[in-house]
């Protein structure tokens, strides 16, 4: 069955650095693109970022253009999302979350249980 | 960016009710849209793709239309379980999701 599980959150300091990881299994990884997709608490979710299946390509959404990079190690079969510049306003469960094509955007049928990234002094 | 706008934002009903829930785009998106089914400390889950495609294993209660700028999604008949809050997104363009609407027991 497919699997998404993401690591790596935890409590930074304004201005850190963290780096998320999402582990697939249970479908050919290198054939899908993958998004990042955020809660903050209590709010709504927003979509973060997508890389496409062989990794040459990458979309972010405004609030973390030039902050976060998106990249994968299809051999590995992870996707990792480096955070740099943190902000209070990136607190918020990060999920991962499988694209339904290689190139384009798509909808998202499996999700990761998602990890709590924490921004404060 | 297209903005996704959903209405209403929370929605009170009784087990059985037949609901709808609005979502308009602030550009075309076609039929690029999804809908998406989340509990408090869950992952969404998806429910409809391409705006009335049925995701495998979802119950047929559910239901999408629309195309363009105007969707909706439709529950016939209530059940306990379907008491969530419930997400449009756009993937037409860089992907934004709606604000969500929660159902709420009446």
């Known amino acids: 069955q497919v699997q998404l599980v993401e690591s790596g959150g935890g409590v930074v300091q304004p201005g850190g650095s963290l780096r998320l990881s999402c582990a697939a299994s249970?479908?050919?990884?290198?054939?899908?693109?993958i998004h990042w997709v955020r809660q903050a608490p209590g709010k709504g979710l927003e979509w973060v970022a997508f890389?496409?299946?062989?990794?040459?390509?990458?979309y972010y959404a405004d609030s973390v253009r030039g902050r976060f990079t998106l990249s994968r190690e299809n051999s590995r079969n992870t996707l990792f999302l480096q955070m740099n510049s943190l902000r209070p306003e990136d607190t918020a469960v990060y999920y991962c979350?499988?694209?339904?094509?290689?190139?384009?955007?798509?909808?998202?049928?499996?999700w990761g249980q998602g990890t709590l990234v924490t921004v404060s002094s | 960016d297209t903005q996704m706008t959903q209405s209403p934002s929370t929605l009170s009903a009784s087990v059985g009710d037949r609901v709808s829930i609005t979502c308009r785009a602030s550009?075309?998106?076609?039929?690029?849209l999804a809908w998406y089914q989340q509990k408090p400390g869950k992952a969404p889950k998806l429910l409809i793709y391409?705006?009335?495609s049925l995701e495998s294993g979802v119950s047929s209660r559910f239901s999408g239309s629309g195309s363009g700028t105007e969707f909706t999604l439709t529950i016939s008949s209530l059940q306990p379980d379907d008491f969530a809050t419930y997400y449009c997104?756009?993937?037409?363009?860089?992907?934004?999701f709606g604000q969500g609407t929660k159902v709420e027991i009446k």
């Open positions: 391409r705006a009335s």
């Open positions: 550009q075309s998106v076609e039929i690029w």
């Open positions: 997104q756009q993937y037409y363009t860089s992907p934004t």
């Open positions: 979350a499988k694209g339904d094509s290689g190139t384009y955007y798509g909808h998202s049928e499996y």
């Open positions: 890389i496409r299946s062989d990794g040459t390509t990458k």
């Open positions: 249970g479908f050919t990884f290198s054939n899908y693109g």
